[in-house]
């Protein structure tokens, strides 16, 4: 049974870099492996309209890693996990005010609005072809 999260809001318990003094940021990035081994990948509409995101929110003080994941702004500085999808939800947070799609991994890449998500995507495409190289060994 799946838990219903309810996105944060506010910036009370934001962290900040003290290298940069931005935000900083846990995201994912959703994937799935296609019957022909093709990954692909669930972005979801910005709040501001720029384009197609990965899930991420700010990493708050009163969480830690593993908590701060579970919940999915502009990117400062972050650190992004793969998430191999199992189960997709019928709701979810912010359901009302985004939109979410499945794409492949080119379709991300050519309308990839930032540097970090294009090389986020890169070590997920990296890291997976590694892994089908060595289950067909």
């Known amino acids: 049974m799946a838990a219903v999260l309810v996105a944060r809001q506010g910036r009370e318990l934001q962290r900040y870099s ?6 900083i940021v846990v995201g994912c990035i959703p994937y799935r492996v296609r019957c022909d081994g093709e990954l692909e990948v669930l972005v979801i509409t910005s709040q501001k309209g720029h384009g197609m995101m990965f899930p ?11 908590e701060s994941r579970r919940y999915v702004d502009q990117t400062y500085e972050g650190f992004m996990f793969p998430l191999r999808v199992a189960d997709e939800l019928h709701q979810w947070p912010e359901m009302a005010s985004r939109k979410r799609t499945w794409a492949t991994v080119n379709q991300v890449m050519d309308g990839c609005p930032h540097l970090w998500m294009r090389e986020a995507l890169e070590k997920l495409v990296a890291r997976h072809a590694m892994a089908m190289l060595q289950s067909a060994l």
């Not at 003290?18 to 935000?23: A, H």
């Not at 991420?56 to 593993?66: C, F, H, L, T």
């Open 56 to 66: 991420k929110g700010g990493w708050e003080e009163d969480e830690s890693m593993d």
């Open 18 to 23: 003290q290298r940069t003094g931005g935000r």
